[in-house]
């Protein structure tokens, strides 16, 4: 990037990203492999009670459409109590190959596992307009789980049942939490879920301040939750813990990501609509991400890619999405090849794959189809 050149959302303070890159390299220091890891588990460093969850419950179960789910929840240590659905074929006996199945992100924070999964009352009409456009109107939790799947998702920090009332947030994102709902696009526009929706997309900066102050960050306690989710899902013994994999469009897939960073006990990820490099969102895609996606102190040493790709050779599969407006198609090709790059040092390019899609940003039925294929490919066949 030309030091001369001007960033729409720098403006006059342009010239701040050489004077950055000046400092220390950025994005990227060809660690290899373990090196990458052992610094990602330290910058993602939160745990407690050997991620174990604690207080388990299990509360009704039902059987629909193929599939028997049932209701559990549990104590991370700290905040509300975690919520998750378990599903599997109706009738299934035995050891089956297990997934994690991670909500998004979406700036839809009222509802969590509800927009990937249908539970014992079904599809939740408020989230119909999203999980249209999103998932092609489909609860692919509900659909991999019906193709032979032991499949928990469960809400995750600052989501659903994780979510943080709306009474304790500031005066200032509650009164301003309506006026940004419409730009959120969330498919409940003019009700108080949107309302909620819009209050926490502003709730969020400060979640991420006092996690600063905490000496944590928000990406870190999103990673330990969901290793706590999957510590309880390789628990069961219904899963065959050597055949487990985790899945997620967007902030799902982001989750996937950290995830597969911080924990070796996965076989699979897939990761749908979240893959780019840093340095192709500047001036082009900041604006539109989570905290979760900047982890402090990555840049000084990696990027996205190297993330993603630290777990190889073990089976990755990323859906990128060439219109998607929140990333760059140059920083997707990017993406690909750093991460084929890592795949190839450990002579196992093959157990990477990199699809290529055109259209929004999504995780549709044909997507859907193509990673259960792969996933039918590395864990069961």
Partial sequence: MSANMSLRHLGPYSDIVSVAKVRRPLFGS????????KRLKKMLAFTLNNEQPADMREGARWTADGVDGAQVSWSVGYGPRTEGWVLKPHGASGRLPGVLALHD????????????????????????????????????ANL?????????????FLW??????LEVMPDRDRALGPAVAPTIGDGAEGTDIAAYNG?????EHLVEKYCRVLGVSFAAIAAYEDRVGLNYLLSRDDVDANRVARMGLSGGGLRSSLLRA????????????????????????MAEHTWMFFPPGLSAFGDWPDLAGSDAPKPLLVQYLLDDAQFTVDGMRGSDAAIGDRYAAERAREAYRGEFYPGPHRFDAAMQDAAFSWLNRVLRD
């Fill in 199 to 203: 209050s926490a997309y502003l709730h």
């Fill in 144 to 156: 991999l789980a019906r193709q032979g799947y032991v499949v928990v998702v469960h809400d995750v």
């Fill in 160 to 165: 659903g049942s994780r979510k943080f009332p």
């Fill in 262 to 285: 911080t924990s070796d006990r996965v076989s699979a990820c897939v990761i749908a609509g979240m893959m780019n490099t840093y340095e192709e969102l500047l001036d082009h895609c």
């Fill in 30 to 37: 060809g660690l290899v492999n373990a090196e990458i890891r």
């Fill in 105 to 140: 992100h979406g700036h839809f924070k009222f509802f969590g596992k509800e927009k990937i999964a249908d539970g014992p009352e079904g599809p939740s009409p408020w989230l119909r307009s999203f999980r249209d456009r999103a998932y092609g109107g489909r609860a692919f």
